[in-house]
């Protein structure tokens, strides 16, 4: 286990701050035990919280051409077929997967591709769940084609919370399977959209485990 980059600098100056606020309050106020003890509690707490936010754990990368695995850490919030409007075109059967402030926060690739087409759109920061967040929400979308030639779209979406998409790809990069490809600060949502006649592998509200979770099976 490791802290993932996007949170470092963060991280260290956070510790400064609540360093310098608790060494502050035991020279101003040393007397009163009670209130250093809470704000101590309350420092230790808040740093561990946002420590656990940009945590990065060691993920064995999946070699499977048939499967695709989940981008995310989360629970799988909506598995429905659709009209992907913005670039495939075509129906779809999608799958999306909820990132809550507790689940590690990278996204990762869910299958061996090429990026043949990315997209940054900046935009509300409507409830994750919410039905007009995929379209309406500050999001990323990614095309991945396979060396089979199958295409399969992954959506990045911002919530109430994530206020903050980042994302280390670009049109012709080369992707392995769960490789890392962005991050998404303090949760939210990532959306696929499969072939039709892909074997869907999860249930709805089923948890999932980014680059380790099979949620479909490419025909």
């Known amino acids: 286990m490791s802290i993932h980059r996007e949170g470092r600098t963060l991280l260290f100056w956070l510790l400064l701050i609540l360093v310098a606020v608790n060494f502050g309050l035991n020279r101003w106020i040393p007397e009163q035990e009670t209130v250093l003890n809470i704000v101590l509690l309350v420092s230790i707490v808040l740093y561990l919280l946002i420590l656990q936010f940009f945590r990065n754990p060691f993920v064995q990368l999946p070699n499977e051409e048939k499967l695709v695995f989940a981008p995310a850490d989360g629970k799988v919030v909506v598995i429905e077929e659709t009209t992907e409007s913005e670039y495939l075109n075509d129906r ?3 799958v999306s997967i909820f ?6 926060h990278i996204n990762r690739s869910p299958i061996a591709g090429v990026v043949e087409f990315f997209k940054y759109h900046p935009g509300k920061y409507l409830v994750a769940w919410h039905p007009k967040s995929s379209t309406e929400n500050e999001r990323t979308t990614m095309v991945l ?3 089979s030639g199958v295409k399969i779209l ?3 979406i911002a919530g109430a919370l994530a206020r903050r998409i980042k994302w280390y790809v670009k ?3 080369p992707l392995a399977q769960g490789g890392e490809f962005g ?3 303090f949760g939210s949502r990532v959306d696929v959209f499969l072939p039709l006649d892909a074997e869907i592998l999860v249930s709805l509200e089923e948890k999932t ?4 979770t099979p949620i479909a099976r490419l025909k």
Not at 99 to 104: A, G, H, K, R
Not at 209 to 212: E, L, S, V
């Open 92 to 94: 779809r059967k999608q």
């Open 99 to 104: 990132m809550s402030p507790i689940n590690v």
């Open 145 to 147: 084609t396979h060396k």
């Open 154 to 156: 992954v959506r990045q």
């Open 171 to 173: 049109e012709g990069t």
């Open 183 to 185: 991050f998404i600060k």
């Open 209 to 212: 485990k980014g680059g380790r």
